[in-house]
């Protein structure tokens, strides 16, 4: 099993649609967690933390599942400038190993007209 | 204030040659850490840095290596070139290292083109 799974997409969405990414990680001992967005051929750039009350940023909001080791992410009133991929992203806090991210391999999200 | 910088921006090789990449923190971050990008993949953890010491290694094999200077930019070296090599290098920067909470910022990329 990957470390970090994340829905295939790629998910096209109309403007203005809600659309809901989910992400499960294997390993009940990581501790933090992340949604990081990449635009194309761009480098990824910290979207949000995820908390394990949920937190919210505008349109967007991330909930953590400790319990079922699941993590998602929803966006409202998608615009035209949301497409990019968004990548699901744990802390390998384990291990031995500190500060190693561990990411998903990302979904792709296009949202049209 | 500058972010994380990164130099080249893009470079070709040949299967065989040596490359040397370079990534400059954010003021104030002392740890640097590195990653490969394949197309169509999430990125993959090669190594971190913090104080110059390497805090925590990737599944990579032993042609690639990287060292922390005293200012904290970092370099990462690739012998022996493949073809598989090609990819888009990433450095990341964070204040810290030895938290689980902290946030780690991304350079634009170095993207190494093996032919």
């Known amino acids: 099993r990957k470390e970090v799974e994340q829905d295939p997409g790629p998910f096209n969405v109309p403007e203005g649609a809600t659309v809901a990414f989910n992400c499960t990680y294997s390993n009940s001992a990581s501790q933090s967690f992340f949604w990081y967005r990449q635009d194309c051929r761009k480098e990824p750039k910290l979207l949000m933390s995820v908390y394990s009350s949920g937190n919210e940023d505008g349109r967007f909001t991330a909930q953590l599942n400790r319990a079922s080791q699941y993590i998602s992410l929803l966006i409202r009133d998608s615009k035209l400038s949301d497409s990019a991929t968004y990548l699901c992203?744990?802390?390998?806090?384990?291990?031995?190993?500190?500060?190693?991210?561990?990411f998903g391999k990302g979904t792709k999200l296009s949202v049209k007209p | 204030d500058a972010g994380v910088t990164q130099s080249p921006t893009h470079l070709i090789k040949t299967r065989g040659q040596h490359v040397t990449l370079r990534c400059s923190p954010i003021s104030g971050h002392k740890s640097v850490s590195w990653y490969q990008q394949v197309l169509g993949q999430g990125p993959q953890f090669i190594f971190q840095y913090y104080e110059k010491e390497e805090r925590g290694r990737g599944n990579f094999p032993d042609r690639f290596s990287a060292r922390q200077f005293p200012n904290y930019s970092s370099e990462l070296n690739v012998n022996a070139l493949l073809l598989g090599d090609s990819a888009l290098y990433l450095c990341a920067s964070s204040p810290t290292w030895g938290q689980a909470s902290y946030e780690q910022y991304f350079g634009p990329g170095t993207r190494l083109t093996v032919t």
């Open positions: 992203v744990v802390n390998k806090n384990y291990g031995g190993s500190q500060g190693n991210l561990i």
